[in-house]
């Protein structure tokens, strides 16, 4: 972490050296948690009403209290402006069900909630993919959740990196497109722009929600094939915003960006620039 950073902990914005977790908490033992990560540009959260709105969700969906959402929002900005504005930055919102036993029931002691922060480096202008062998549960405890387990996501991407890609991509249990270990996954077929929809397990991203809404598309049930197939692809998420997809499996798309995309690129990037807070 950036040494200037401060972290915001229960409250108290304190020096990151001071900020300490209990070994008890049920974020470390069991992944008893939720959590968001909202981009910085210049020292300014940007969508941080819809990262909230979120949380909650999330939050409500593991039985967890309701962060509050006025104070999680001045927690982010103290910890900002504690901290270097970086043209690009990462915040990251934590709330865990706190200390507990050894085991996955809960305890009593309260919730443990975080906020930190950092510079993030942006990514590649393309990106390649590689679709992982383990799919998606749409129907678990844990679908369209944004949760603190993420073994599972930190075992694709590895699976990804050793491949040449920097996203891995999932299908679901029934085979079809879901989304990536930290993105939402879009492609054009026939000139349509197309995602797969909430029900196919994949979360409900911030970024795709927003390029939906400024960019056009529409939800569709979609199999693998139209990925591999796609005239263009591209994944969404808070720190990538809309970046094209170059080669999937080791196999080149067509365009990279193609026109849809650029179009895309072009919109959100100019939506975004007005409206910090959409």
Known sequence: MTEQAKVWMNGELIDAERAAVSVFDHGMLVGDGVFETVKAANGEPFALTR??????????????????????????????????RWPLGRIRITCTSG??????????????????????????ATGDVTVVPWPRN??????????TSYAENALALAYAKERGSGEAIF?????????????????????RLLTPPLSSGCLAGVTRELTLEWCGGEEEDLSLDD?????????TSTTRDVQPIRAVDGTALPAAPGPITLKAMEAFAARAAELMDP
Do not use: M, W
């Not at 969700?57 to 929002?73: Q, V």
């Not at 305890?107 to 975080?114: E, K, M, N, S």
């Not at 510079?119 to 590649?124: G, I, N, R, Y």
């Not at 749409?138 to 959740?145: Q, S």
């Open 51 to 84: 990262h909230l709105r979120r949380l909650a969700r999330s939050a409500a969906a593991l039985g967890l209290p309701e962060p509050d959402h006025d104070t999680l929002a001045q927690g982010t900005l103290e910890v900002l402006a504690a901290a270097p």
């Open 99 to 124: 200390p507990g036993p050894l085991g996955s029931a809960r305890g009593d002691a309260g919730p443990t909630i975080t906020i930190i922060a950092d510079e993030q480096t942006p990514f590649p």
């Open 138 to 147: 749409e129907h678990g405890a844990l679908a369209g959740v944004k949760s």
């Open 171 to 191: 299908a679901n249990t029934a085979g079809r497109l879901c989304e990536g270990t930290g993105s939402n996954v879009f492609v054009v077929r026939g000139g």
């Open 227 to 235: 990925l591999y197939r796609a005239d263009e692809a591209f994944l």
